[in-house]
Nanobody
Framework: QVQLVESGGGLVQAGGSLRLSCAAS????????MGWFRQAPGKEREFVAA????????YYKDSVKGRFTISRDNAKNMLYLQMNSLKPEDTALYYC?????????????????????WGQGTQVTVSS
């Protein structure tokens, strides 16, 4: 069973940067698309970014394009989210997500029902 453990969250001022990391267990990490979702208090969980198995294709929520970059290191079983120019509206609990099925594309990882495994989340708070 895959375990996903996020780290790197914290408190940052608006305009600042954070880098989230997700460590995945298991030998099949490289065969699944991966993504990041977030959930703010009182709101539903929403898609942020996704990446294909080899990292050649990425997909982003419109509001984070140009500010966030998703990447992966299959040799280390690691997923990353570099977040720059952070805004108060980026404040949320950020979750690492693994696709439910192989052959899932990055573009189709934007729906929570296509996620097979979730991490426990890491809190990102952006102050104004």
């Amino acid at each position: 069973q895959v375990q996903l453990v996020e780290s790197g969250g914290g408190l940052v001022q608006a305009g600042g940067s954070l880098r989230l990391s997700c460590a995945a267990s298991g030998r099949t990490f490289s065969t699944y698309a991966m993504g990041w979702f977030r959930q703010a208090p009182g709101k539903e969980r929403e898609f942020v970014a996704a990446i294909s198995t080899a990292g050649s294709s990425t997909y982003y929520k419109d509001s984070v394009k140009g500010r966030f970059t998703i990447s992966r290191d299959n040799a280390k079983n690691m997923l990353y989210l570099q977040m720059n120019s952070l805004k108060p509206e980026d404040t949320a609990l950020y979750y690492c997500a693994k696709a439910r099925m192989t052959f899932t594309t990055a573009q189709s990882m934007n729906i929570a029902s296509r996620v097979g495994s979730w991490g426990q989340g890491t809190q990102v708070t952006v102050s104004s």
